[in-house]
């Protein structure tokens, strides 16, 4: 079974539901019942959040111990697992030492080794490359066997064809239940339906984008970035950007692609002066600036829209960054342009995912910078989100700033491409 | 890194013996009473340290912390037992002979293991334990997440300025409670995935690992009851 809906529908609250985790670890009302037959098993959507242990062994086998099974077949069926979602790594595998989608494919095992009767799947490719998201899939839809599945997902067409039955959400509620092709002759808005066109990116006002400041557009030569993790029983060193060569250029969108892994977030860091590069020149780096002079040229929307708020109201929220640097910012236009007016009051982490999401985007740009940089700004978006970001870059774009990404979007519009590979261009 | 059987043995070692380390050196402080017996006990504990330290970076930092403990209780015995100063440095010294070995042996600690001993060798409530292990396991996302918080602080104008001690106690405040956010909320996806996990309803959890104690264990164990006897045996033979 499918589920899907536009972020804030209700998708992760009925996994949720199903897990019986509402109102006990998860705080609220509930009311209702869900009826379950069979063991369950759920695939978060941030594989991070399903890890357990620190070998892949040990996380794997955290299902078996919980079932109380023995010895002898907790570790057959971690074996079992580990194979099944093709991780060709030992036990004693660090998994901090994991990419992206082979942190998923270990989530997938833990799952398995449970032999739950109903898989539930929230998102499971939505944080992953198009060519890991398939390795995950390829996964997941080989060791489903005659098991009920549940998945969630925004980009949901490559599983219409492993699954029989569609449930649309739209504000908490049910509004389509039926088979595959009754739902492909639905035309529900706001739903990736197959084939159709990408959503129109958004109109923005140019007064919104319109640089506030000089436009500053970083290059960077042979740049080097170590990332180093620090442990006692180990350090652990990645060479993130191995002189790599890359250049923003004013009124234009540069978009850093690559494998998850290839070094995309961090050379977008390097660009904006917010990670150090060990070796290689920046001209100008933003990395010797005070930070009180950073939001003067720099716009930054970091990933995880969560790690951007720094006060309890969205108005506050899309405000500070330009009080700041005593730019005249029209909070009610931002808010509206990007569907947020109603939720102005309301605390920033109670906003669901894509309104998260388009917050930080005003957060981080309000204060019309010259050099505009968003990490991974689509991942697990819905349309209007994705809407939002594509016609802001390109609003900005036009006003003169200099815009980069760091996307495995291959549908964002951008005017040039890098892309990376193991820390430097493919 | 490592090499020999000795540098080897507070990695190998299980995590009960390398937690009686510290727990042995808190008992043998009690009989730290006079410089000579507080010198030689740190002096012991040191000498060791040198043979089994397979790094010298976090044992350093461990020492520096205790030092820094030492020299405020110096400081302040010496300032409130009228200004004598022999018996507040003895009491320093106790402090580095308390604090130190303990902190350092912590530091290798691993938690699955540590879950296993815990849970297995003393009997410990399995639910309790294997959500501490779970807990222990968050600290790497923890300090990923901050680097990020710290990114888009800086970005927004909001980064610590070195120069002026109020905004960074304001960025660390700041900082601090974002970070206690976002663990709590990682905490909460955690639970549910680990409740998805088959754990909401494992009230009898078996242990993929057996919980053993191998010959460097005793040895360690041993090892860590010797040091923590020097001072005892000092003040006994006087």
């Known amino acids: 079974m499918l589920l899907v809906g536009a972020s804030g529908a209700g998708k992760t609250t009925v996994l949720h539901a199903l897990t019986g985790a509402l109102g006990d670890v998860i705080a609220g009302d509930v009311s209702g019942q869900v009826a379950l037959g069979g063991r369950l098993g759920l695939l978060p959507q941030d594989p991070m959040d399903a890890v357990v242990a620190d070998r892949i062994g040990r996380d794997v086998a955290f299902g078996p111990e919980n079932l109380g099974l023995d010895r002898d077949e907790t570790w057959r069926r971690v074996d079992a697992a580990l194979a099944a979602v093709r991780l060709p790594y030992g036990r004693l595998h660090p998994t901090t030492a994991l990419s992206g989608g082979e942190q998923q494919r270990l989530a997938l095992a833990g799952l398995l080794a449970l032999e739950p009767d109903v898989m539930l799947l929230d998102e499971p490719t939505s944080m992953l490359d198009p060519v890991t998201a398939a390795a995950v899939r390829d996964a997941v839809v080989e060791v489903v066997g005659d098991r009920t599945m549940v998945v969630v997902e925004h980009r949901f067409e490559p599983w219409l064809e ?30 990736w339906m197959p084939g159709a066109p990408d959503p129109t990116p958004l109109d923005v006002d140019a007064a919104l984008v319109s640089p506030g400041g000089s436009v500053v557009a970083p290059a960077g030569e042979a740049l080097v970035v170590e990332l180093v993790t620090r442990m006692l029983r180990g350090t652990q060193r990645t060479r993130a950007l191995d002189g790599l060569d890359v250049a923003t250029r004013a009124g234009r969108r540069l978009a850093l692609v690559g494998a998850s892994g290839a070094g995309k977030s961090t050379a977008l860091a390097a660009l904006a002066g917010l990670v150090r590069p060990s070796a290689g020149s920046l001209m100008p780096d933003l990395g010797r600036l005070r930070s009180k002079d950073v939001p003067g040229v720099l716009g930054w929307v970091p990933q995880d829209p969560e790690h ?119 | 890194m490592p090499t020999g059987p000795l540098r080897g043995a507070l ?32 002096g012991a ?95 790497g996302a923890l300090t990923h997440a901050w680097g990020q918080l710290d990114r888009s602080r800086r970005a927004r104008g909001l980064g610590p300025d070195w120069r002026r001690p109020l905004g960074v106690v304001r960025w660390m405040a700041s900082m601090a409670f974002a970070l206690l956010v976002h663990a709590l909320r990682g905490a909460s996806r955690t639970a549910v995935a680990m409740d998805a996990r088959g754990f909401a309803t494992a009230h009898e959890r078996s242990w993929a690992e057996p919980a053993t104690w191998s010959r460097t264990d005793i040895v360690v164990l041993v090892g860590g009851l010797l040091l923590a006897l020097v001072p005892p045996v000092l003040t006994l033979i006087g």
């Not at chain 1, 908490?172 to 035309?187: E, N």
């Not at chain 2, 995590?15 to 507080?38: H, K, W």
């Not at chain 2, 040191?46 to 400081?75: E, K, N």
């Not at chain 2, 600690?109 to 003393?122: I, T």
């Open chain 1, 162 to 191: 492993h699954v029989q039955r569609v449930v649309v959400l739209d504000g908490g509620a049910v509004v389509h239940d039926g088979s595959v092709a009754s739902f492909l002759a639905t035309d529900l808005p706001g739903l």
């Open chain 1, 308 to 426: 951007s708020f720094v006060t309890t109201r969205v108005r506050d929220e899309v405000a500070t960054t330009a009080q700041r640097v005593g730019r005249a910012v029209d909070v009610d236009a931002m808010l509206d342009t990007l569907g947020l007016a109603a939720l102005a009051d309301a605390h920033p982490f109670r906003l669901s995912g894509g309104e998260q999401r388009r917050l930080a985007l005003a957060a981080g740009l309000a204060h019309r910078p010259g050099l505009v940089m968003l990490d991974e700004p689509t991942v697990g978006q819905d349309r209007r989100t994705w809407a939002a970001v594509a016609g802001w870059v390109a609003a900005a774009a036009r006003e003169g700033a200099a815009v980069a990404v760091s996307t495995h979007d291959d549908a964002l519009p951008v005017d040039d491409v890098v892309v990376l590979e193991r820390g430097r261009r493919a």
């Open chain 2, 45 to 139: 504990y040191l000498a060791v340290a040198v043979l089994v330290v397979p790094t010298w970076r976090y044992p350093l930092l461990c020492l520096a912390f205790s030092g820094v403990a030492a020299v405020t209780v110096t400081y302040s015995g010496w300032r409130g037992n009228g200004h004598e100063l022999a018996p507040a440095v003895v009491q320093g010294v106790r402090v580095v002979m308390v604090a130190w070995p303990g902190s350092v042996a912590i530091g290798y600690v691993d938690p699955a293991r540590l879950g296993d001993h815990l849970a297995q060798g003393l009997r410990l409530p399995a639910r309790f334990v294997a959500a501490f292990v779970a807990s222990l396991q968050r600290f």
């Open chain 2, 11 to 42: 990695l190998r070692a299980n995590p009960l013996a390398l937690l009686s380390i510290g727990l042995f050196a808190l008992l043998g402080g009690f009989f730290v009473t006079d410089l000579r017996t507080g010198l030689v006990a740190v």
